[in-house]
């Protein structure tokens, strides 16, 4: 993957995190202003409480693909974005355009996915 892609997937995720982070500030807003940085400053640092009820408020989804897209991000940092977790295998282009935080190419997902129980709530 050249540099180019690495930047472009980039601020694709990090514009899909901040949609996310966005609703954190939505709930947010009813108590106090909060400014966007800030949210995004909190959810960085998702250790303190403060932040976890934020986190909560989320539908396990969003959390989910949040932790992905952070995971992605570090990738990217580490250049090992586009490789698969699983196999080590190039991720399709294709696919990454689809879902650029996955972790997994489509084989790998798809045996992830046979063997994944269902997540407790
Ligand atoms: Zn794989």
Partial sequence: MDKKDKERFKKILLQKKEEIISKIVEFDSESKEI??????????RAD????????????????????????ALIRIEKCTYGKCEMCGEK????????????????????????RTEPEPL
Wanted: glycine content about 0%; some cysteine.
């Fill in 35 to 44: 400014e966007p940085e800030v949210a995004q400053d909190l959810a960085d």
């Fill in 48 to 71: 303190n409480t403060y932040t976890k009820e934020f986190l909560l408020s989320l539908s396990t989804q969003e959390r989910k693909q949040l932790k992905l897209i952070d995971q």
């Fill in 91 to 114: 991720i399709s282009k294709k696919r990454l355009e689809a879902i650029p935080w996955t972790p997994y190419c489509v084989r790998c997902q798809e045996k992830a996915e046979e």
